[in-house]
Antibody, heavy 122, light 107 residues
Framework: QVQLVQSGAEVKTPGASVKVSCQASGYTFTDYYIHWVRQAPGQGLEWMGWLSPKNGGTHYTQNFQGRVTLTRDTSSNTAYMELNSLTSDDTAVYFC???????????????WGQGTTVAVSS | AIQMTQSPSSLSASVGDRVTITCRASQGIRIDLGWYQQKPGKAPELLIYAASFLQSGVPSRFSGSGSGTNFTLTISSLQPEDFATYYCLQDFDSPLAFGQGTKVEMK
């Protein structure tokens, strides 16, 4: 079946980096964008950026001031989100989700990963 | 950047009630808006895309409307499994933006 499977929980110290993976299966990886969204404890959803698996193109929200990098490995159908210079404010659940645009219609984020908890603490 | 203003932030309702949630965009976004449901500890789920199109498998009691700057999600008859938090998301332009969320609680 169509699914996105994310890597496991991470515990990091302030200043460190984290790299979360999102492996796609059940569909053609390059047909859909991958978006990354995070949710701090008790808070709403925050969009981080998107990746085009077809050509590696990316777009990030300025909120992260260049700390986030999205990449992919088409040989393993895996997308990655790396976040640097972590602070306690980066403690959150990180989600990947696929998204399609076709014929100028935006089809929404219809499949989501299960989420990866990243805890930042000294 | 486009801002999304969602209201109300929370509401109390009973099973069988009609529930309406609204989102307003700070500028026109055509119909590029989706609605998502999230339950505690779970990933969000897509309910509506392109403002009014029902995602496959989503019950027909959910509906969406609007275009431009004003959008509405309606649950025609609230069911026990619908108590959750709902978010709108504009995907017209980057950076994408979520509304603040609406928590639907049992009265």
């Amino acid at each position: 079946q169509v699914q996105l499977v994310q890597s496991g929980a991470e515990v990091k110290t302030p200043g460190a980096s984290v790299k979360v993976s999102c492996q796609a299966s059940g569909y053609t990886f390059t047909d859909y964008y991958i978006h990354w969204v995070r949710q701090a404890p008790g808070q709403g959803l925050e969009w981080m950026g998107w990746l085009s698996p077809k050509n590696g193109g990316t777009h990030y929200t300025q909120n992260f001031q260049g700390r986030v990098t999205l990449t992919r490995d088409t040989s393993s159908n895996t997308a990655y989100m790396e976040l640097n210079s972590l602070t306690s404010d980066d403690t959150a659940v990180y989600f990947c989700a696929r998204w399609m645009v076709r014929d100028n219609y935006h089809y929404g984020m219809d499949v989501w990963g299960q989420g990866t908890t990243v805890a930042v603490s000294s | 950047a486009i801002q999304m203003t969602q209201s109300p932030s929370s509401l109390s309702a009973s099973v069988g009630d009609r529930v309406t949630i609204t989102c307003r965009a700070s500028q026109g976004i055509r119909i590029d808006l989706g609605w998502y449901q999230q339950k505690p500890g779970k990933a969000p789920e897509l309910l509506i895309y392109a403002a009014s199109f029902l995602q496959s498998g989503v019950p027909s009691r959910f509906s969406g409307s609007g275009s431009g700057t004003n959008f509405t999600l309606t649950i025609s008859s609230l069911q026990p499994e619908d108590f959750a938090t709902y978010y709108c998301l504009q995907d017209f332009d980057s950076p994408l933006a979520f509304g603040q969320g609406t928590k639907v609680e049992m009265k």
